[in-house]
């Protein structure tokens, strides 16, 4: 008998297959037909900063003529605490009509509004929150450290307020990864994706103008999540799942031998449909067997960095002949 079964982030998970935030798990429908294709979690599609800002501007907008501007901390307030209500409405009804954990996602560039609204999310039922925190370093006069005290923050404070699990989602582009994943860990993360796959602008040469990029990703993309999730499994307390790249059964075993504790597919599901998720749980069972595996526990993390026989490869940055064969 094959156990799927994982732990994630301090949730049960049947298995490993989470379906990443996008904008098909956005509706209720959205998350039934997941749960209903076999995933062993939903991510929500994230409530982006921006929404909230225009949630109180409309507040703001409607009572400017009649109300004193010393109000307008109030009413900032208030809009905090509404929140936008379709959220914490799709969180209420994905709980109640799913049995896999319901992951809420919060993309934060500020520390501002999350406290008050995490914790809205909280009564609301989920099971987790995913802090997907994605800071654009474009201004010349703000250093690395800067940044990543920005991370720091806005997780140091949705954990001193909020008792759910809390996962943070974030980019590669970190000079140094390993102590960025590590002082998240300290502070107290349950887990962290590696890694989230920005919105990609383009140019359109024939109009001379802005286009929207193609933004799903292809299986040839693992390498760099695989590499992080294997240096960093064992190493770091927290757990990890990986996102991007992973398109099919093979991908999904990468990462768990890499040490991975689930695996998050967003490009896939799209390309293939969700019945993709059914595909690679039947893919994954049948190589477990073949194999020998009983258990996903006994997969994961065997070709980690540190359970490797050969860790410098993980390391290795630079094409040398000997590696890749070519000259
Ligand atoms: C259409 C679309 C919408 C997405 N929306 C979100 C989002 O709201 N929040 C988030 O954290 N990631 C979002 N993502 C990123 C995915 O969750 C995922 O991290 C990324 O696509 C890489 O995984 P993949 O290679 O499996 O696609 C989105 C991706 C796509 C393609």
Excluded at 86 to 111: D, G
Excluded at 290 to 315: A, N, W
Aim: include cysteine; hydrophobic fraction near 40%; glycine fraction near 6%.
């Amino acid at each position: 008998m094959i156990n799927l079964s994982t732990k994630y982030m301090g949730l049960d998970l049947r298995n490993p297959l989470i379906v990443a935030s996008c904008s098909l798990v956005k509706t209720l429908d959205g998350v039934k037909t997941c749960a209903d294709a076999g995933a062993g979690a939903v991510v929500l599609k994230s409530l982006f900063e921006e929404q909230m800002e225009v949630e109180v501007k409309d507040i703001e907008k409607y009572l400017l003529p009649y109300w004193h501007p010393e109000a307008f901390d109030y009413v900032r307030q208030m809009g905090m605490e509404l929140g936008p209500k379709e959220y914490l409405t799709l969180v209420e009804k994905a709980k109640k009509t799913v049995s896999v954990p319901v992951i809420a996602s919060l993309n934060c560039i500020t520390p501002k509004w999350w406290v008050e609204y995490a914790r809205q999310i909280k009564n609301a039922g989920a099971d987790g929150i995913e802090l997907n925190i994605s800071i654009m370093p474009s201004d010349i006069n703000r250093t690395g450290k800067d940044i990543e005290n920005v991370y720091f923050k806005i997780l140091e404070e949705v954990k001193a307020n909020i008792d759910i699990p809390i996962a943070v989602k974030i980019g590669p582009y970190f000079t140094s990864m390993a102590h960025m994943a590590n002082e998240l860990s300290n502070r107290g993360t349950e887990a962290l994706v590696l890694f989230n796959r920005f919105y990609q602008p383009n140019i359109d040469i024939e109009k001379l103008e802005l286009a929207p990029g193609y933004n799903f990703s292809s299986p040839e993309e693992i390498g760099l999540s695989l590499r992080w999730v294997a240096l960093l499994a064992g190493r770091v307390s927290c757990d990890l799942a990986a996102s991007t790249g992973v398109h099919n059964c093979e991908g999904v075993i990468k990462q768990l031998l890499a040490g991975a504790n689930a695996v998050q597919l967003c490009s896939t599901l799209y390309l293939n449909g969700i019945k993709q998720i059914g595909v690679i749980l039947k893919e994954l069972e049948t190589w477990m067997q073949k194999h020998g595996f009983e258990s996903v526990d006994e997969i994961r993390g065997k070709l980690s960095q540190t359970e490797s026989d050969r860790p410098e490869l993980y390391e290795r940055i630079q094409y040398i002949k000997a590696l890749v064969g070519i000259e």
